[in-house]
């Protein structure tokens, strides 16, 4: 895809030197934005290390960004890369410090965005920001690891209150201050059409999500076309404007919207399908509670598959490890034979498999050609062992999930053991011995499980 870009950067209205730092590879597809501290020639020096280590590991490394775009190396290779790319400089910063006494305790924020092939790659760390605008929405990629955002998380300080917080600068994170640190590393699909800002927080604490779209379709006065650079200066008015109270940096990045080529081919285009995937992963009970960058990761571990009219997916009886989730499509749900129900676009079936080996209570196979994504117990537990913050979400949502189950389970007994109320069609498929609670030991289970 073609890549259109801009960056500019300035001193802001308060502060005498900028301690910010940018850098953008046309080569590499590489864009970086940098926030120092330490105070004047530290948290310069501290930001400029930092960028340009990330740029050479990566120039160092341009075999196997090749090798990705050829589909000979994976995306984990790639994140490791960029990972250990702000180690290095982490590493460097750190030591710098500790030869110049002057320096002690420099450090920086540190927000890279890599494009290679279909795919963007961020790592991560401090308040920089980076934010995608998708379809005429805005999702920010990355989370703020700032003292202010801690307490909000654990509900000990309001977003509105974050303005005005004392310690609203204050980082939990930054490359330099220790010989290493955690870095937050995130690959999703690139899209045509799709804009980046990336920021330091001396634009990210003035800017409006919903402001983004507007500025990245700013243009010369009188003048059409793609230039980015009036963009990029109107994101650094913007903060001076509204206080200028900070160093401000700003990279902007536009991907080519795409042409007629899918839809003279008959397919959906890339972007519709990423986000046809991403709201049925919305849809989906367990996943509800997640943001859309949160789904973007659940969407990375998911396998796309087809099935042919009759295709089977899952057998009664069978072991299964699998959650399937339709994308488009229909299947039909059997037990011993008899129809249960039918499943269209949005439904799911299986994700008590994610949790237990029992075998499956019922059986399924597509009516017409179905796309589908599915979830396999060991990339559901990977998320749940590494993300600790998107497992909480998971793991509560399940937790609903089966109680809204037992609920109803429990519902239906009361009603068949009483001679009274209406049954839903499924359960009149049923004994009562198939209904019992999920929680029993008998080792039955709910009928789509």
């Known amino acids: 895809m073609k890549i259109a870009f801009a960056a500019a950067t300035d001193v802001g209205k308060h502060r005498e030197h900028n301690e910010d730092n940018f850098l953008v590879d046309r080569r590499l597809n590489l864009f970086v934005v940098a926030d120092g501290m330490g105070g004047h020639a530290a948290g310069e020096v501290a930001s400029r290390v930092a960028v340009h280590r990330m740029r050479e590991v990566l120039k160092a490394n341009e075999d196997l960004l ?30 710098a410090a500790q030869k110049d006494e002057a320096k002690r305790g420099m450090g920086t924020t540190l927000s890279a965005l890599l494009l290679a092939g279909e795919r963007g790659f961020i790592a991560h760390v401090g308040d920089s920001r980076i934010y995608l605008a998708r379809q005429g929405n805005v999702h920010r990629l990355t989370e703020d690891h700032s003292l202010v955002n801690e307490l909000i998380k654990r509900g000990r300080l309001k977003a509105e209150e974050a303005e005005t917080a004392p310690f609203k600068n204050a980082v939990t994170r930054a490359v330099g201050v220790y010989e290493s640190v955690e870095v937050d590393t995130f690959d999703f699909d690139a899209l045509p059409g799709d804009e980046f800002v990336l920021c330091t927080d001396g634009l990210a604490g003035y800017l409006k999500d919903h402001e983004i779209p507007a500025l990245m379709a700013t243009r010369k006065d009188g003048e059409g076309g793609d230039e980015l650079d009036p963009a990029a200066r109107a994101f650094i008015a913007l903060a001076n404007e509204r206080g200028g109270k900070d160093n401000i940096t700003a990279v902007v990045v536009r991907l080519a919207a795409e042409g007629d080529e899918a839809a003279a081919a008959g397919k959906p285009a890339p972007a519709d399908d990423v986000t046809l995937k991403l709201e049925t992963l919305k849809g989906i009970p367990l996943l509800r509670h997640l943001t859309y960058t949160e ?136 004994s009562e011995e198939d209904l019992v609670p999920l929680g029993s030991t008998d080792g039955k289970r709910d009928i789509v499980s």
């Open 66 to 95: 090749a090798a990705y775009r050829e589909k000979r190396a994976e995306r984990r290779e790639i994140l490791s890369v960029m990972e250990h790319a702000v180690q290095e400089g982490c590493g460097e910063i750190y030591s």
């Open 295 to 430: 789904l973007m990761r659940v969407l990375n571990v998911c396998e796309a598959r087809e099935y042919g009219p009759g295709g089977r997916m899952i057998a009664e009886g069978d072991a299964g490890d699998e959650l399937f989730m339709i994308i488009d499509g229909q299947v039909q749900v059997t037990k011993a034979g008899t129809v249960i129900t039918y499943l269209g676009r949005g439904g799911h079936f299986g994700e008590m498999a994610l949790v237990d080996r029992a075998v499956r209570s019922a059986s399924v196979a597509a009516e017409q050609r179905t796309s589908v994504l599915v979830l396999r117990r060991e990339k559901f537990y990977d998320i749940v062992r590494n993300e600790s913050a998107l497992s909480v979400k998971l793991l509560w949502s399940f937790v609903q999930v089966l109680t809204e189950r037992l609920r109803w389970t429990s519902e239906e007994l009361g009603a068949a053991r009483g001679g009274g109320g209406e049954r839903t069609d499924l359960a009149e498929t049923l």
